[in-house]
């Protein structure tokens, strides 16, 4: 299920509140008596789109180097409830877009993809009126009347302008919300009618980081990628992504042997470090929540 998701859920208060202030003002000049223009501030914009990938491997139990703590289908389908609970909790907005990918000994495949690039819409540009123009500061005192009046004039209509302008936002702001539910809704039934196929081949970790960094790569704006597996890579399959500074959480971690798991976790990190990737959180299974996830995708903000 191809979904267009271009929608990015903003904030009531970032709509009404955010701004370009100032338009009105007086000159050096000062008349005595008079009003002061009233300040007029025009909604924020969005900001900067967030594209969220997700890889899951579904060769966990592949080779006989797997742990036999959590066996399948423990890992992916732990893996795609989290990140179904989790959307809710991302504060996606109109552009913000979400794919998902399985890791499998040929994880660049497209028949690897369970959840094609999907984007949040985007709402259609709200119009607003024209604001009113602000009168010209007085040249001397014996224009202070005149000005007096003109401002009392502009400040009735910039009051007026005013209560428009934020009640076509608030309705902006309700219409992107409804939309963004009801993306998230389509989004998380295509995750839960995912349905893994245990691969015994082997683990491409590379190829699945090759087709995260494709999209992240044609999608500008913030990148996070999450990866659910225990990291071995079993394919040695030679591609190198750049992840152009995607922040990188890695969760249901676990490998039996704990120096084998901390050894894992050292060299990962050296890797993403060579991919241009922040420095990756590692959460090891138990540590997986939806919470947990949540808290570290936003912990670098949009």
């Keep these: 299920?191809?979904?267009?998701?271009?929608?990015?859920?903003?904030?009531?208060?970032?709509?009404?509140?955010?701004?370009?202030?100032?338009?009105?003002?007086?000159?050096?000049?000062?008349?005595?008596?008079?009003?002061t223009?009233?300040?007029?501030?025009?909604?924020?914009?969005a900001g900067a789109s967030v594209t969220y990938g997700f890889l899951i491997d579904r060769a966990y139990t592949g080779d006989a180097k797997r742990s036999p703590s959590y066996p399948w289908p423990q890992l992916p389908m732990t893996a795609l409830n989290t990140v179904a609970s989790a959307l809710t909790s991302l504060d996606l907005r109109p552009g913000d877009s979400v794919f998902g990918t399985w890791i499998s000994h040929n994880s660049n495949d497209t028949r690897e993809i369970f959840l094609p690039l999907t984007q949040v819409p985007k709402s259609s540009a709200a119009e607003y009126p024209a604001a009113p123009?602000?009168?010209?500061a007085p040249l001397n005192q014996l224009e202070c009347n005149d000005y007096t009046a003109k401002v009392r004039s502009y400040?009735?209509?910039?009051?007026?302008?005013?209560?428009?302008?934020?009640?076509?936002?608030?309705?902006?702001?309700?219409?992107?919300?409804?939309?963004?539910?009801?993306?998230?809704?389509?989004?998380?039934?295509?995750?839960?009618a995912a349905s893994?196929?245990?691969?015994?081949?082997?683990?491409?970790?590379?190829?699945?980081?090759?087709?995260?960094?494709?999209?992240?790569?044609?999608?500008?704006?913030?990148?996070?990628?999450?990866?659910?597996?225990?990291?071995?890579?079993?394919?040695?399959?030679?591609?190198?992504?750049?992840?152009?500074?995607?922040?990188?959480?890695?969760?249901?971690y676990h490998r039996d042997d704990p120096s084998d798991q901390g050894k894992g976790q050292r060299d990962w990190e050296a890797t993403f470090k060579t991919l241009n990737a922040q420095k990756p959180v590692f959460l090891p299974w138990a540590a997986t929540t939806v919470d947990k996830i949540v808290e570290q995708l936003k912990a670098t903000g949009r």
């Design 1 to 35: 299920m191809r979904v267009r998701l271009g929608f990015a859920v903003p904030l009531v208060a970032a709509l009404v509140a955010g701004a370009c202030g100032g338009l009105g003002g007086s000159g050096g000049i000062v008349c005595a008596g008079a009003p």
């Design 133 to 136: 123009t602000p009168p010209k």
């Design 196 to 252: 893994p196929v245990q691969d015994p081949v082997g683990t491409d970790i590379y190829g699945g980081l090759a087709v995260a960094g494709g999209v992240f790569g044609a999608n500008p704006g913030k990148h996070k990628l999450v990866l659910f597996s225990d990291m071995t890579d079993t394919v040695g399959n030679p591609v190198r992504p750049d992840l152009v500074q995607s922040d990188i959480v890695v969760g249901l």
């Design 155 to 192: 400040n009735t209509a910039a009051k007026e302008w005013q209560v428009k302008v934020n009640d076509i936002a608030l309705r902006a702001a309700a219409e992107d919300a409804q939309t963004v539910v009801t993306c998230i809704d389509r989004t998380q039934a295509a995750i839960r």
């Design 37 to 45: 223009p009233e300040t007029l501030t025009t909604p924020a914009g």
